[in-house]
């Protein structure tokens, strides 16, 4: 089967009781048993839950692997990673990172024993020097959030073989549509449902999914362990989210170019951190492993002044100043008050997230509208 048709089929089953071409959101938490054990498969819905399975199932097709867990929110997902690791061991993740991703390391993790390592991965040389024997997970974001970076899945993965150490990759901004790390060498993939999967703004979950079996059943045991899953209603939203993946992707790449086109021509405006500009340092590597380049664009204020990016996002009057991404809807954010608040600012400024950055996350909406708002909210 190919994306399109997995979108929609993907892992699905027409509902056997009726037939009905959704599957039912199994509201319950238990089922009954005509003898001690005697169940058709499903006994509590922390463990199990056929709305929730169905989900499942569509996460692993549409990532190409064959294992697929939701979770409550992106940082449950992340949780359950982190629970595969003992006191002593160390990971290697990117520097410019999601400031949640961040937090969770730094402020929960790091107190538990384990060693993080921030570096810049665009030159993937550079990880192979933080590996020792304690090593046991490259986390890798890409493109990364909202420097737009780029890092070589494939080499990475290469490296992390060599050591045997996991990979484990944030797929959030990219989604499966323009990219598949699995097939890229990774062991894990992660995603914020509550984004691009989702797409419309209306729920928070988390996913991952794994080719491997042994990989799977730890991560189901800790999903089961720890509880932290997501409920049956948000998981039929979350399939209905899938089902037009494919096309709002199209839109939200198509609508991402024309808005980074249009900012890189503006005078008012110094930079633009778009990976789909040849002039991008990771423009061949995007090229190479993503079908397209998405619709997520950062962009910095020739005026350097933190009110200067504050009054742009205060004026903007399509696009909503709010958190989060990948919704139908454009967002715009300023990532040092907002997303990225919760690292130093010192942190912050050395991968390049200034007070004068704006993040975009380019909606399907007309983009002549689009444009138009930022003409009149710049100047
Ligand atoms: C939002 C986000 C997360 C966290 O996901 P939640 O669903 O908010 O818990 C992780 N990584 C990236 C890249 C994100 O954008």
Redesign the pocket.
């Given at each position: 089967m190919k994306f399109n048709t997995k979108t929609i089929h993907g892992g699905q089953e027409n509902d056997p009781a009726y037939g009905s071409v959704m599957p039912p959101i199994y509201q319950t938490s238990t089922y009954a048993q005509s003898t001690p054990g005697g169940h058709k498969g499903y006994e509590y819905s922390r463990t199990h839950n056929p709305t929730r399975n169905a989900l499942e199932k569509a996460f692993a097709s549409i990532e190409n692997g064959n294992y697929g867990l939701a979770f409550g929110?992106?940082?449950?997902a992340?949780d359950a990673v982190l629970k595969l690791l003992s006191p002593g061991d160390e990971v290697v993740s990117t520097n410019d990172l999601?400031g949640?991703?961040y937090r969770l390391f730094t402020k929960i993790y790091k107190d538990f024993g384990i060693k993080f390592h921030f570096i810049g991965m665009d030159n993937v040389a550079h990880i192979e020097s933080y590996i020792n024997k304690n090593t046991k997970l490259i986390w890798v974001?890409t493109p990364t959030?909202p420097m737009m970076n780029i890092i070589d899945i494939k080499a990475t993965s290469q490296i992390a073989k060599e050591h045997n150490v996991l990979l484990a990759v944030?797929n959030?901004?990219a989604t499966p549509y323009l990219q598949q790390p699995l097939d890229l060498g990774a062991d894990i993939v992660m995603h914020?449902?509550?984004?691009y999967i989702g797409g419309h703004s209306d729920l928070?979950?988390?996913a991952l999914v794994v080719k491997d079996k042994a990989l799977a059943d730890k991560l189901y045991f800790i999903q089961n362990a720890s509880g932290a899953i997501c409920g049956p209603q948000d998981a039929f939203l979350a399939l209905r989210g899938i089902k037009t993946l494919h096309v709002r992707m199209q839109r939200h790449c198509e609508n991402g170019r024309a808005v980074a086109e249009y900012l890189a021509l503006h005078p008012k405006i110094d930079k633009v951190y778009w990976p789909g500009f040849e002039n991008h340092p990771n423009h061949d590597i995007a090229k190479s492993q993503m079908k397209d380049f998405g619709g997520m664009v950062s962009f910095v204020t020739a005026d350097s002044n933190y009110n200067a990016a504050i009054k742009i996002v205060e004026k903007l009057k399509v696009f909503t100043l709010a958190e989060?991404?990948g919704g139908v809807e454009s967002l715009a954010g300023h990532p040092a008050s907002m997303t990225h608040a919760s690292i130093p600012k010192e942190e912050r400024e050395k991968t390049g997230i200034v007070d004068a950055l704006i993040r975009l996350s380019v909606g399907i909406e007309d983009v002549e509208d689009l444009i138009d708002d930022l003409k009149q909210a710049i100047g």
């Open positions: 929110s992106g940082l449950a992340i999601y949640g991703t974001e959030n944030d959030t901004f914020s449902v509550t984004k928070v979950m988390g989060s991404l």
